[in-house]
Antibody
Framework: QVQLVQSGAEVKRPGASVKVSCKASGYIFTSHAITWVRQAPGQGLEWMGWVSGFNGNTQYAQNLQDRVTITTDTSTNTAYMELRSLTSDDTAVYYC??????????WGQGTLVTVSS | QSALTQPPSASGSPGESVTISCTGS?????????VSWYQQLPGKTPKLIISEVSKRPSGVPVRFSGSRSGNTASLTVSGLQAEDEAHYYC??????????FGGGTKLTVL
């Protein structure tokens, strides 16, 4: 069965960076892209970016493109999302999700990133 | 990449039908047949319930249906049940491997 398992919760200081992992199993990793979505406390979903599982090509949301990097490691079927120069506004649950066609059919369990001094 | 517009709340009694709108532009909702809807139960991960405007993934009850007219997509929940109480988010492909979500609608079953 398809599973996306994310790394654990993180607490970071303002100005720091965070890197969240998303390990995929149950399907051919290179056949699907992975997208990252975040959800601030009590808020809606925000699309952050996309990475091709086939060739590692990426696309980022305009408001984050200067601070976010999404990568893959096909040897371990893992996608990574790194966000830099963190502020309190980046406190959120970060989700990875598998792209199926043009929607997201399987989601990771979410990783809470808390930015606090 | 502006967020799609959804009403913040919607409600209905058990057995009734409720429709949630999702308004975008010709660059997203109106430009592609790639609107999807996600249900997020309290404290849970989002779940895909509608893809490509009106397709229901396997296992999603038939009371969930989707449609689109111009730049506005809609999710209709027929025969409301208590378990349908959740947040619902629309999403649309916006070209060049980018997506946009709506702000979400909290559906309350009275």
């Amino acid at each position: 069965q398809v599973q996306l398992v994310q790394s654990g919760a993180e607490v970071k200081r303002p100005g720091a960076s965070v890197k969240v992992s998303c390990k995929a199993s149950g399907y051919i990793f290179t056949s699907h892209a992975i997208t990252w979505v975040r959800q601030a406390p009590g808020q809606g979903l925000e699309w952050m970016g996309w990475v091709s599982g086939f060739n590692g090509n990426t696309q980022y949301a305009q408001n984050l493109q200067d601070r976010v990097t999404i990568t893959t490691d096909t040897s371990t079927n893992t996608a990574y999302m790194e966000l830099r120069s963190l502020t309190s506004d980046d406190t959120a649950v970060y989700y990875c999700a598998r792209e199926m066609g043009v929607c997201f059919d399987y989601w990771g369990q979410g990783t809470l990133v808390t930015v606090s001094s | 990449q502006s967020a799609l517009t959804q009403p913040p709340s919607a409600s209905g009694s058990p057995g009734e039908s409720v429709t949630i709108s999702c308004t975008g532009s010709s660059s997203d909702v109106g430009g592609y047949n790639y609107v999807s809807w996600y249900q997020q139960l309290p404290g849970k991960t989002p779940k895909l319930i509608i893809s490509e405007v009106s397709k229901r993934p396997s296992g999603v009850p038939v009371r969930f249906s989707g449609s689109r007219s111009g730049n506005t997509a809609s999710l209709t929940v027929s025969g409301l049940q208590a378990e349908d109480e959740a947040h619902y988010y629309c999403s649309s492909y916006a070209g060049i491997n980018t997506w946009v979500f709506g702000g979400g609608t909290k559906l309350t079953v009275l």
